[in-house]
């Protein structure tokens, strides 16, 4: 379940990059302008159909508490929404974890006007080791093979292919798995 702000761990700290962006769990009140930051990513990547069920899912996907959401936000501005990810545990995280040392990484989205600042280089490393604080051992994630920027980010945080992991949610639509083992694992 979604770790409630201000709960100790990972929620609130700092970027290691940009003094005036903070990665914490991600607020209700929020929600609106995550679902519309992770369809705008999406959409600007040329990443979501017309015709796909997953602008559907995208805007809602672990807003009924299912999961951890961060969020990566502009301390300096407005509050404004830089980025998020999405941790979720086994066994809510059953497309693509095995088993409950492993934990899957879904959603990853940067605003288009924050891309290039690192942002998504932070949040991969946040719910890495938010997944670490829970006991994870092997951190998964699927992409699209088409993601070149998210796959160049993945491969640069440690995870590696695996390509005996891949699989269609839905027919003629393949997705990519990679996997990290994380520190203890």
């Known amino acids: 379940m979604t770790r409630p702000p201000g709960e100790p761990g990972i929620s609130g700290r700092r970027s290691g990059l940009h003094p005036d962006v903070i990665i914490r769990d991600v607020r209700p009140a929020e929600f609106a302008e995550l679902g519309a930051l992770r369809v705008a990513a999406y959409e600007a990547g040329g990443f979501l159909a017309d015709a796909s069920h997953y602008v559907n899912v995208l805007p809602v996907l672990g807003t009924d508490g299912t999961g951890q959401i961060l969020v990566a936000v502009d301390d300096a501005g407005p509050g404004q929404l830089l980025g998020t990810v999405m941790l979720l545990l086994w066994p809510e995280a059953g497309q693509v974890a095995r088993s409950a040392a492993e934990a899957e990484v ?80």
């Not at 998964?140 to 088409?146: A, G, R």
């Open 106 to 185: 879904r959603a990853l989205a940067v605003a288009p006007p924050a891309r290039g600042r690192g942002v998504g280089r932070e949040l991969i490393q946040a719910v890495t080791d938010r997944a670490a604080a829970h006991g994870v051992r092997h951190l998964v994630l699927s992409t699209q093979p088409s993601m070149a920027a998210a796959r160049h980010l993945y491969e640069d945080a440690g995870f590696i292919r695996l390509p005996e992991r891949d699989w269609c949610p839905v027919p003629g639509f393949t997705l990519i798995t990679y996997g990290r083992v994380l520190p203890g694992g």
